[in-house]
């Protein structure tokens, strides 16, 4: 069995002293909620929809993936969380508010 690699930028290199080094992201240890300063927006997307997003997390995708989770478990809402945002369907700024500052998460409304 071969295990095949994912190599990216590189097709040959004659260079004997040669060494590939992967692309790694070097993501920040997550902040814990008491610092993190998040900001809750409401933006109009592509057709007219509404969306919450959840914006400024300092961390780990897991721990962004998990906080996406939870909101969008508790405002009963599809979304996504991914580069430090988290996007939920429809105006849910008060429900997040209210859960985000109950998780003892530093948050506040933004834009208008």
């Not at 429809?90 to 208008?112: F, T, W």
């Amino acid at each position: 069995m071969s295990t095949k690699r994912k190599f990216t930028g590189v097709v040959y290199s004659t260079n004997p002293d040669f060494n590939y080094s992967s692309e790694q992201k070097n993501e920040q240890d997550t902040l814990p909620a008491a610092k993190q300063d998040l900001r809750v927006w409401l933006e109009k997307r592509a057709g007219g929809k509404m969306a919450t997003i959840v914006k400024g997390f300092i961390g780990k995708e897991d721990d962004l993936d998990a906080l996406g989770k939870l909101l969008k478990s508790k405002c009963s809402v599809g979304g996504t969380a991914k580069e430090g945002e988290i996007i939920l369907q429809g105006d849910q700024r008060e429900k997040v508010l209210a859960i985000l500052l109950k998780e003892n998460y530093k948050a506040k409304k933004a834009g208008s």
